[in-house]
T-cell receptor
């Protein structure tokens, strides 16, 4: 069966520091991968998605970037964090081959910027 | 512009009764709708989905209804159980881009004994 792992579960970072959040998927090949953010009291906002290695689509202009160095690895990064980057970050995957398919989420990273 | 709206931030239901969670959308291009359940400090878990060619989809205690003319969908949970207490998100997507799901802001369901 397929599993998705995100780490760390929680992270406290000072303003201006760099960020790297990692997500890996097991048990599937060529998944579509996604990064979402949930700000307090808000819905999930799609930040980036990737349909293949090195292919990144950005949904909102922001202080963050994403990379997909391997088929089942998706990384969310920032060179300098802002206070507004605080939130709950979720990685998700989907099987792109079979019609309408749901996205499946990891357990997320709670990021607090001080 | 919020394309997917969940206007009730919270709902409280007695165990054994029906829970009805509502969701409205504005984009007529949406043709695929999903419900997710989320516990604190966990990621959302997929519950049930419906395509716009249907008006109802059922899976055990969970049924999703779609009213395309009203651009409205609802999730019915019967009977409600205390373990159903969680935040429920509806999401919508379209065949024009199957990677972009738009999520509502969620409804917190509390099922009490």
């Amino acid at each position: 069966s397929q599993t998705i792992h995100q780490w760390p579960a929680t992270l406290v970072q000072p303003v201006g520091s760099p960020l790297s959040l990692e997500c890996t998927v097991e048990g599937t090949s060529n998944p579509n991968l996604y990064w979402y953010r949930q700000a307090a009291g808000r819905g999930l906002q799609l930040l980036f998605y990737s349909v293949g290695i090195g292919q990144i689509s950005s949904e909102v202009p922001q202080n963050l970037s994403a990379s997909r160095p391997q088929d089942r690895q998706f990384i969310l990064s920032s060179k300098k964090l802002l206070l507004s980057d605080s939130g709950f970050y979720l990685c998700a995957w989907k099987n792109p081959l079979v019609g309408n398919q749901p996205q499946h989420f990891g357990d997320g990273t709670r990021l607090s910027i001080l | 512009d919020q394309q997917v709206k969940q206007n009730s931030p919270s709902l409280s239901v007695q165990e054994g009764r029906i829970s009805i969670l509502n969701c409205d959308y504005t984009n007529s291009m949406f043709d695929y709708f999903l419900w997710y359940k989320k516990y604190p400090a966990e990621g959302p878990t997929f519950l049930i989905s419906i395509s716009s060619i249907k008006d109802k989809n059922e899976d055990g205690r969970f049924t999703v209804f779609l009213n395309k003319s009203a651009k409205h969908l609802s999730l019915h949970i019967v009977p409600s159980q205390p373990g159903d207490s969680a935040v429920y998100f509806c999401a919508a997507g379209g065949s024009y881009n199957t990677d972009k799901l738009i999520f509502g802001t969620g409804t917190r369901l509390q099922v009490f004994p």
